[in-house]
Every structure is written in C-alpha cells, then in structure tokens.
C-alpha cells in the first residue's frame, strides 16, 4: 500500500538566502522572529568550517532553535536550518511530514550551497505555503529562484538597496519581478511575521 504524501502546511515555511554581509542581515531577521515561527531554510554563502559555528552562534541569541541542516532530518517548526558550507540544502516532501535534503551535486551559480537550489526546491514542494527572502549579497543567486517561488504563489520579499551591505542579488530579482515586496532589513522580520498571519496564497 503507498502512503499519501505529506499535506501542504497551512502556515508558510519560510526560505532566506544571502551572502556578502547576510550573517549580520540574517542574525536581525532571525531575532526578530518569535520562537513558534514555522520552520526557516537558510542559504548563506559561506565555507564550510564556518557554517556549524555560524549556527552556534545564531542559536544562542534567537528565539528560535538554530542548527545546521543534516541531511534527511525532519523540519520542524520553531527551528531554522542553515545550509552546511559544503552541500546545497532542498526541502523535500515525505510520508510524514518535510525534511532537509543535503546534496553534493555541482555548483549553481559558482556556489555551493546555492540559494537557487533552495528557493526551487520551495517552489516544487510547496507552492503558495512558503515566503522567500532573498537579502544582501553579490552575484545573482537566488533571483531566479525567487521568481519561481512567485510564479508558484509563494511571497516574496527582497532587501532594499539602502540596507544592503551588497545590492547584487536583491537588485537581480527586483529587476525580473521575482520580489513582491522590497523592504528595509530592519522591517523584513516584521513583514514575515506579517504575512504568517495571512492564508497561503493570499
């Protein structure tokens, strides 16, 4: 007999990436998010030794739980998980409910893990119940992931370039239509908060 897959959350996951300056960007985000939010995934460029201490350091200072992602281990509200510097991080639908998807595939973009891994993994498996976020960094990752999410009925928002410490990537989605919304970084965690208290695809 095959089990059903795992239902759609009625309340949005919610996906960031970032990378020159988005450990600052993403510690502000994350603190401004109460300790029952649903579930975060995190891409921030960064090399591998330092993305298990990064989350240490998250974990300690936010309300919400923060680790590194392991791979196929359940995602669970109340927790974010950072991409390890070494793998590209998905969600992946299961039996019982979500869980994080390691790879070691090629690079996407010239990184690994890619924001854009992330975001189309987000728009594949849950369409309208998710929220992309993409903040300050150079380059283009995760523009067109963004644009995916949208197209799927997802919210997404992109950091502005006054607060950006790199207006690359938000800059690469505004100019596409990926970003339903530009905000300031200091109002990016409240319009999250937001849009949880909207239904998915509203």
């Not at 502005?160 to 965690?189: H, K, N, T, W």
């Amino acid at each position: 007999m095959v089990l059903p897959p795992a239902a759609t959350p009625t309340t949005p996951h919610i996906f960031i990436g970032a990378s020159t300056g988005g450990t600052e960007a993403i510690r502000e985000v994350l603190i401004g998010l109460p300790a029952n939010t649903p579930a975060v995934l995190i891409v921030q460029h960064m090399p591998e030794m330092f993305t298990a201490s990064f989350a240490r350091r998250l974990d300690d200072i936010c309300p919400m739980r923060v680790k590194e992602a392991k791979h196929d281990e359940p995602v669970e509200a109340g927790t974010a998980y950072i991409a390890p510097g070494h793998s590209h991080l998905r969600i992946r639908r299961g039996i019982k409910g979500y869980r994080c998807e390691l790879s070691g595939e090629g690079p996407v973009n010239r990184h690994r893990p890619s924001v854009d891994v992330l975001f189309r993994s987000a728009a594949a498996e849950l369409g309208a119940a998710a929220i992309g976020v993409l903040l300050t960094g150079m380059g283009r990752d995760g523009a067109t992931g963004l644009l995916e999410m949208m197209r799927a009925g997802a919210w997404t928002i992109a950091q502005d370039e006054a607060s950006c410490v790199v207006y690359g990537m938000p800059r690469e989605a505004a100019l596409i239509g990926a970003a339903r919304e530009v905000a300031p970084l200091s109002q990016v965690s409240a319009r999250i908060r937001a849009r949880l208290l909207m239904p998915a695809g509203r």
